[in-house]
């Protein structure tokens, strides 16, 4: 797919690909997910994703082995436009804070996943050896 670290990120052709719906799973984070559903944990995904692709992205999740979630949070363009990827990241783990939700666990590939404010308990970088946004 894309260059770790050897080529710039590519909105464009990072948005084709996700159209084709052929991502896979992280294994760490797969084996993660189990556990965590295995022990009654709700899980969230908050992606950088657009709210226009959540059916190739359910079907995708679904597809690698992810079949539940409590929340599926996809980017609102329209709601983050000249907004940064931390701001964004940062303002939907505060909604899920003030809705009842305690963040006890933050798993990412990127450091902007990780970053900035209701981060949760504890935060776990995962490699991503697809892509890298610097």
Do not use: H
């Amino acid at each position: 797919m894309f260059g770790y670290r050897v080529e710039r990120f590519n909105a464009t052709a990072f948005a084709n690909w996700v159209a084709e719906g052929e991502a896979y799973a992280l294994p760490e984070t797969l084996v993660l997910y189990d556990k965590l559903m295995s022990l009654g944990i709700k899980v969230v995904f908050l992606t950088e994703r657009l709210v226009s692709q959540r059916a190739i992205t359910v079907a995708n999740l679904k597809d690698v082995g992810f079949d539940k979630w409590e929340k599926l949070i996809l980017k609102d363009p329209a709601a983050y436009t000249g907004k940064s990827t931390l701001t964004y990241k940062a303002t939907e783990r505060r909604k899920l804070e003030e809705s009842g939700y305690r963040i006890i666990g933050n798993v990412g590939d990127q450091w902007t996943d990780l970053m900035g404010s209701y981060r949760g308990l504890r935060t776990f970088k995962l490699p991503n050896p697809m892509y890298y946004i610097g």
